[in-house]
């Protein structure tokens, strides 16, 4: 459950750094902010972001138990 929860958390911060990042018009080097077309919906989105963002809130809520 735990997973689960920090893959949400790991989404909203990635959809929020590559939102702030990506609309100035840079990808951040490392970071690979890229601009994602899903069917009629476009977003920025970062995979590295994701994963270091999923690690980092499953950690935390580790550390809640």
């Given at each position: 459950?735990?997973?689960?929860?920090?893959?949400?958390?790991g989404a909203i911060l990635s959809?929020?750094?590559?939102?702030?990042?990506?609309?100035?018009?840079?990808?951040?080097?490392?970071?690979?902010?890229?601009?994602?077309?899903?069917?009629?919906?476009?977003?920025?989105?970062?995979?590295?972001?994701?994963?270091?963002?999923?690690?980092?809130?499953?950690?935390?809520?580790?550390?809640?138990?």
């Amino acid at each position: 459950m735990d997973l689960i929860k920090a893959l949400t958390f790991g989404a909203i911060l990635s959809a929020a750094v590559a939102l702030v990042i990506g609309s100035q018009g840079t990808s951040a080097g490392p970071l690979a902010i890229r601009l994602v077309d899903v069917v009629d919906v476009r977003f920025y989105w970062s995979w590295p972001v994701f994963f270091s963002g999923t690690g980092l809130s499953f950690g935390m809520l580790l550390l809640q138990r």
